[in-house]
């Protein structure tokens, strides 16, 4: 299995969802391929936000070696599902769309269209996000 996950830079939310799923997928012996993106390039080459690597690290995940790097419509070649963080990204990926076949792979990381908040402008919101990002990856690799 081969997962991308997207949000707007790249250093917040997805780049915790990738190594959550990648650390939940390695505890099961799962052979998956995880990586992220995002939708905008502000932060192509970037380390993951600081925030998010501390807490990341507090769960025992290390996400300090992932770099930002934007969503490219090649990423639906090479991806089997590809999980967005909000609808803004879903419809960013979505445009770069193809084919139905595309358009298939992409769905919101939560349940019920729910987005997954941007912890950017808001210190306290980390600890939750990874909270709602670790529950909706849990869900993915119990299929």
């Known amino acids: 299995m081969k997962i991308l996950m997207v949000c707007l830079g790249n250093i917040c939310r ?33 380390p ?15 996400i300090s070696g992932l770099r930002g790097r934007q969503f490219q419509a090649g990423d639906f070649d090479r991806f089997d ?4 963080m909000d609808l803004d990204n879903y419809r960013d990926v979505l445009r770069k769309a193809r084919t139905e076949a595309d358009r298939e792979r992409v ?9 997954v908040p941007d912890p950017w402008y808001d210190d306290a919101l980390f600890e939750p996000v990874y909270n709602l990002i670790y529950d909706a990856c849990e869900r993915i690799v119990k299929g």
Do not use: C
């Not at 799923?21 to 192509?44: K, M, P, Y």
């Not at 599902?81 to 967005?84: N, Q």
């Open 48 to 62: 993951p936000d600081a925030r998010s690597v501390r807490v990341a690290k507090k769960h025992g995940i290390d």
């Open 107 to 115: 769905q919101l990381l939560l349940e019920h269209q729910q987005p």
């Open 14 to 46: 997805s780049p915790l969802a990738e190594g959550i799923l990648r650390h939940l997928a390695e505890q099961r012996h799962l052979d998956w391929e995880v990586d992220s993106a995002g939708t905008g390039n502000w932060h192509v080459g970037d």
């Open 81 to 84: 599902r590809i999980y967005v």
